[in-house]
């Protein structure tokens, strides 16, 4: 279905978000179905007819799971957008998805079904409709093993998509866990502040390797012209630099790109907030200004399943807050 970027991103980006917020209903959060939209912002088609095909596979992907599976949760929209993009169906998707968690536990990772899916939407897509087999399983363990060694306390479930991504990689684990580490070490001299998130962003960078340690310059470039500019680029930020720092083009030519799609963002409804509008702009400015490289295209799609795992995680985060607080 993927047919290219359109000539105005943020006018088929809109369109698409209306065209899945028409329908939202009351419980659901027009954030999966922002990313949704982002997702299929490469599609060609009519916004309409996408976001009717996006929410059949999301209905589809929630019956499958059943009355208790992870994909009854509002994940599944992204989850449609990319299967739909690469012309995948829920019923293969969900099969497939069964099998290879068993191979997971083989294999020796731990368990957490909704980045167990993530894990398998990447490692499916790399492989363009191939089986994941028992071998692919055990490099994502030992990818994650590797990744561990240098980060014990950071490195968990929430970083199998990026394993599975990295997995299909032909490098030894042990050496790519090795300049994903100089990354990060690269990164904090640009002043960004260790946790997770740097991590992630580390592991982004290793992924278009000829690029990877001047993008890691230009990320810190990036983030001090963004502070002229009067935005404070923070933590839950740092995904989005690492990608837009992969871009050739001048730095002010990007910012300026980001600002406008931002403030456009902004005004779409509900209004989104400024993390999730910087967010929106970043992607699109990435997809407006990377028209000609595929390799970044194929990264941008990755990206996204990295910023739908923020998503988990931050509504995990608040669920455990509601949790505590019931128990105190």
């Not at 083009?249 to 910012?255: K, Q, R």
């Not at 967010?279 to 390799?295: T, V």
Request: proline share 4%; hydrophobic share 45%; aromatic share 8%.
């Amino acid at each position: 279905m993927v047919h290219g970027i359109p000539v105005h991103p943020f006018e088929h980006f809109r369109e698409l978000d209306q065209a899945l917020n028409r329908q939202r209903g009351w419980f659901e959060s027009a954030v999966y179905l922002r990313y949704a939209a982002m997702a299929a912002v490469p599609c060609d088609g009519d916004p309409y007819d996408l976001a009717r095909a996006i929410r059949e596979t999301a209905d589809q992907l929630k019956r499958l799971a059943g009355w208790f599976g992870d994909l009854r949760s509002e994940i599944r929209f992204a989850v449609a957008a990319l299967l739909n993009a690469k012309g995948d169906s829920a019923g293969a998707f969900h099969a497939e998805v069964q099998r290879v968690r068993k191979l997971f536990r083989g294999a020796g990772l731990p368990r957490d079904a909704t980045y167990e899916i993530l894990a398998v939407l990447v490692l499916r897509s790399g492989l363009e409709g191939r089986p994941i087999e028992v071998d692919h399983a055990r490099r994502v363990k030992e990818m994650y093993a590797e990744l561990k060694m240098y980060h014990r306390w950071l490195t968990d479930s929430g970083d199998f998509p990026a394993c599975a991504i990295l997995s299909l990689r032909p490098e030894p684990t042990a050496l790519m866990a090795q300049r994903i580490e100089q990354l990060y070490e690269g990164l904090r001299a640009e002043g960004f502040a260790r946790g997770n998130e740097l991590q992630s962003s580390a592991c982004l960078l290793y992924l278009s390797e000829g690029r990877a340690e001047v993008a890691a310059r230009r990320a810190g470039v990036l983030v001090r012209r963004f502070k002229d500019h009067g935005v404070t680029i923070r933590r839950n930020d740092y995904d989005e630099v690492a990608l837009l720092a992969f871009l050739l083009n001048d730095p002010e030519e990007i910012i300026a790109r980001v600002l406008a799609y931002r403030d456009e963002a902004r005004r779409l409804k509900p209004r989104p907030d400024k993390h999730v509008a910087f967010n929106i702009g970043a992607n699109l400015a990435m997809l407006d200004l990377m028209r000609a490289d595929q390799e970044l295209l194929a990264i941008s799609q990755v990206k996204l399943i990295v910023d739908v795992q923020a998503v988990v995680a931050a509504h995990r985060a608040a669920a455990a807050v509601v949790v505590a607080a019931a128990a105190s």
